[in-house]
Nanobody
Framework: EMQVVQSGGGSVQAGGSMRVSCRGS????????VGWFRQSPGKEREGIGF????????YFIDSVKGRFSFSQDNKQNTVFLRMDNVKPEDTGMYYC???????????????????WGQGTQVTVSS
């Protein structure tokens, strides 16, 4: 049974950078779709972006576009979410999730993801 393990995150000042890792253990996340979700205080969890690791295609919601980016290390079976120029409203618990490469609506189809990371807290102070 594959496990998805997240690492990174923590506290950062506004304008700074942060990276969160999402690693597959016991199975491959590379060649799948990896979605990222954020639950901010007092808000519902929302999809913020995803990467199709097979061809590298990515998508981000408008509020993080241009500041967040993905990268992947195929040998480490890991996807990285890099957050630059972070803002206080980026504060929240970040989750990665792994689903099939054929997923059609990665931002909204949470039930289609088969494996979830444990979540990583990111706190941005002003």
């Amino acid at each position: 049974e594959m496990q998805v393990v997240q690492s990174g995150g923590g506290s950062v000042q506004a304008g700074g950078s942060m990276r969160v890792s999402c690693r597959g253990s016991g199975g491959a996340i590379i060649t799948n779709c990896v979605g990222w979700f954020r639950q901010s205080p007092g808000k519902e969890r929302e999809g913020i972006g995803f990467i199709y690791t097979g061809d590298g295609a990515t998508y981000f919601i408008d509020s993080v576009k241009g500041r967040f980016s993905f990268s992947q290390d195929n040998k480490q079976n890991t996807v990285f979410l890099r957050m630059d120029n972070v803002k206080p409203e980026d504060t929240g618990m970040y989750y990665c999730a792994v689903g099939p490469e054929t997923m059609r609506n990665p931002l909204t189809s949470e039930s289609d993801y088969t494996h979830w990371g444990q979540g990583t807290q990111v706190t941005v102070s002003s």
